[in-house]
């Protein structure tokens, strides 16, 4: 009976602690990574895997017998596998790239259709129904000069969706939050360091907000985080988990519209 009673009040205490933990992370941080590519596989995900973070990855439809396999692994670890399109339609003004995927060409119609088709082929890698969550190609909210956000707010096609910004893009006005229109911090430098990677979390600490970094190549391809600077970045992360609640792209946006 002792023994027992000396059960349910480790319990108890366990649950203090882990209310306690929970009460004092004022800041929500999420990790998303565009375009499904290589050095995300090779260095970006062991280094949270090391790390014991989570993060979202916006892939699209090009990846291939070899790559595949490596990103239905990645589903099974808990990470987000989300939407960025099949073929990532791009002003070429902006981008260069195939013709075919210039934006100025797409009407609305067809982005739907692409990230309708995006969606099946994520429900293909990691069988997770219900909605997805989709950042706009180069953050273009326009095609042919038409603003789809709202079609595709009708259409139901994405629960959230992220655009983009700088390093000032701290969230804290949750209540007039478009779901559809999420800020992020679209990460670049000449390199950026861990320190300036690091200097965007503590203003999202400091405002009690949530703050979405977007990065590309980590270590490799291209607009290029240094491995380094990622890896400084989620030390950091990792040494402050009481204060900072690190989740993914989907879980964030949840809390924060059930919060609204």
């Known amino acids: ?12 205490f366990a649950f203090i602690a882990n209310a306690q933990q929970a009460k004092h992370k004022k800041a929500i941080i999420v990790l998303t990574y565009d375009d499904g590519i290589n050095s995300q596989l090779n260095i970006a995900i062991p ?3 090391s790390a014991h973070l989570t993060a979202t990855f916006f892939l699209m439809g090009n990846m291939t017998e070899a790559t595949l396999p490596r990103w239905r692994e990645v ?4 990470y987000e596998l989300a939407n960025h399109t099949l073929y990532h339609p791009c002003l070429l003004t902006n981008v260069k790239a195939n013709p075919a995927n210039n934006s100025a060409i797409y009407t609305p119609f067809m982005m739907l259709r692409e990230i309708n088709e995006m969606n099946t082929l994520l429900f293909a890698l990691d ?8 950042a706009y ?3 273009e909210v326009e095609v042919s ?3 789809y956000v709202d079609t595709l707010r009708k259409a139901g096609l994405a629960k959230y969706a992220r655009i983009g910004g700088g390093p000032d893009a701290v969230i804290t006005d949750f209540k007039n939050l478009d779901p559809l229109k999420v800020p992020s911090w679209g990460v670049t430098g000449n390199p950026v360091t861990g320190d300036a990677l690091i200097d965007f979390v503590k203003k999202v600490q400091q405002s009690g907000g949530l703050g ?12 290029v985080t240094p491995a380094d600077a990622h890896r400084k970045l989620l030390a950091y992360l990792k040494a402050h988990r009481n204060e900072i609640e690190v989740t993914t792209f989907m879980k964030a946006m949840d809390e924060v519209m059930a919060a609204k």
């Not at 027992?4 to 009040?9: D, E, I, N, P």
């Not at 589903?75 to 808990?78: A, N, V």
């Not at 069988?127 to 989709?134: I, M």
């Not at 979405?212 to 607009?223: E, P, S, T």
């Open 127 to 134: 069988g997770k129904p219900g909605g997805r969550t989709y």
């Open 145 to 147: 000069g038409i603003n």
């Open 212 to 223: 979405i970094f977007m990065f590309h190549g980590v270590g490799g391809d291209y607009l």
């Open 75 to 78: 589903g099974k670890k808990g």
């Open 1 to 12: 009976m002792k023994r027992f009673a000396l059960f349910l009040l480790s319990l108890n």
């Open 47 to 49: 280094q949270l895997d």
């Open 137 to 139: 190609p180069c953050t």
